[in-house]
C-alpha cells in the first residue's frame, strides 16, 4: 500500500504545482497542513480500510510541503539565502526526530498509535502556522 502513498504525493504534486500559479504559496501549505490533519485526526478516529486510507492520503498533503516551505523561507534573505537554506537542510533531521518521538509517545502510552498520532498533527500545526505567518507581505 506504500504505493499509494507515494502516488498520491504524486498527484498531490501535479495539483499542487497548478494551485501555485493561482494561489499564495503560504495559502497552499497552509491549506496542505490542516488537510493533513484533518486526515490524520479521521484516520485516529475510525478503523480499517477509511483509517488505512486517509492516513495513506497524507501523501497528497506532504506533496508540495518540502519545496514551498523551502523556497518561504529562503524567500527576501538576499545575501544570506546560502546559510538559510543550508539551516533549512539540516532542519530535515526533524524527519529522523519525529518517527522516533512517536515511537517514544506510542511505547509510553501503552502502544496507543492514536494517542501518538499528536506528534505529527503538532508537527502539521506548526506548518500550517509557518504557511499563515508566510502569507502576510513582509
Known amino acids: 500500500m506504500i504505493g499509494l502513498y507515494w502516488g498520491g504525493a504524486m498527484v498531490g ?11 499564495s504559496p503560504g495559502l497552499i501549505l497552509a491549506t496542505n497542513a490542516i488537510g493533513a490533519i484533518l486526515l490524520i485526526v479521521i ?3 475510525t478503523s480499517g480500510a477509511v483509517a488505512a486510507y486517509t492516513l495513506l492520503a497524507v501523501g497528497l498533503m506532504n506533496s508540495i510541503m518540502f519545496p514551498t516551505i523551502f523556497s518561504l523561507a529562503c524567500e527576501k534573505l538576499g545575501a544570506k539565502a546560502a546559510d538559510g537554506s543550508g539551516i533549512i537542510n539540516v532542519a530535515i533531521f526533524g524527519g529522523a526526530v519525529v518517527p522516533l518521538l512517536y515511537g517514544v509517545v506510542a511505547d509510553a502510552t501503552g502502544g496507543n498509535l492514536a494517542l501518538a498520532m499528536v ?3 503538532v508537527c502539521y500545526a506548526i506548518i500550517a502556522g509557518f504557511g499563515i505567518f508566510a502569507r502576510k507581505p513582509a
Open 43 to 45: 484516520s485516529t478516529q
Open 119 to 121: 506528534i505529527p498533527i
Open 13 to 23: 504534486r501535479f495539483i499542487g504545482s497548478a494551485a501555485l500559479r493561482m494561489f
